[in-house]
């Protein structure tokens, strides 16, 4: 589900950055190239455009209230609502980090073919990065999920068995002297940690081992000349700017076009 979501917004980000380049190609007005790039920065933001992508993670809907019966897990619809505001996080980091990739890189010294060149390679650069974001971010989201749905049933089924148990080590508890401490807190921490253990085997298994993003430097494939080409952008949803305008300012894309092209 989670990764059917991704797998669209990689598809939509593709799209939106080869329609920035085959607009540059075709020597655009500087007017028509700036409502483009505003369009592309506004894609997040696009209930329309991005409907494609919530709707890889409302498709799993079904098989998740099929977990009602057998774990009483009852939060699909979060689930869903969770796959969909991730979807959306990480088109909006693309966007800007093309964005700021893009002012740093295109210049009033490069013609439009030239700068259409750089384009191509800040595009590559955008989607190895998001490719390598969105794989940890899709380990995280299930880790956390599975965990939501597991360790409750868990719990719930070890607890009729380790009550006895739990209350002959009450007394040790008590003797430690700490209120923050607890039966039922020590009983679910250990829960929690065996299942999380086997849960991120489980996970190896499925998604592979690598849980390390790729920062722009390790996704270039060539090093950039512009001072400051390395620096990420934010992966906190709510530091995403929602204008480009947020970004560093950068030279002119190229002699027919005005300073800061690619900024809205």
Not at 42 to 48: K, L, N
Not at 68 to 85: E, I, K, N
Not at 101 to 112: G, R, Y
Not at 138 to 165: N, T, Y
Request: charged share 25%.
């Amino acid at each position: 589900m989670v990764g059917a979501a991704l797998a669209a917004v990689q598809t939509l980000l593709a799209q939106g950055m080869d329609r920035l380049g085959r607009h540059l190609r075709g020597n655009p007005s500087g007017a028509r190239l700036r409502k483009e790039v505003y369009s592309f920065g506004e894609m997040p933001w696009d209930p329309e455009l991005m409907q494609a992508c919530y709707r890889e993670a409302e498709r799993g809907r079904g098989r998740l209230e099929q977990l009602v019966v057998p774990f009483g897990f009852l939060g699909a619809r979060s689930l869903v609502f969770g796959a969909q505001d991730l979807a959306q996080q990480l088109m909006a980091d693309a966007v800007a980090t093309f964005l700021q990739l893009a002012d740093q890189c295109l210049t009033s010294a490069l013609d439009c073919n030239q700068a259409a060149q750089q384009l191509e390679k800040v595009r590559g650069r955008v989607l190895k990065k998001f490719q390598s974001d969105s794989g940890s971010a899709r380990r995280r989201f299930v880790r956390g999920w599975q965990l939501c749905i597991f360790l409750p049933f868990v719990l719930s089924q070890l607890e009729p068995r380790c009550k006895a148990e739990l209350l002959e080590l009450e007394g040790d508890v008590l003797a430690v002297g700490s209120p923050a401490l607890t039966i039922e807190g020590i009983y679910e921490d250990v829960i929690r940690g065996v299942l999380q253990q086997r849960i991120d085997g489980e996970l190896k298994k499925a998604l592979g081992t690598s849980d390390v993003s790729c920062t722009l430097d390790s996704c270039s494939e060539e090093p950039w000349d512009q001072a400051g080409a390395d620096e990420e952008t934010e992966a906190q949803r709510g530091t995403c700017p929602k204008q480009p305008g947020s970004c560093t300012e950068a030279q002119p894309l190229c002699p027919l076009l005005p300073p800061r092209t690619f900024r809205s």
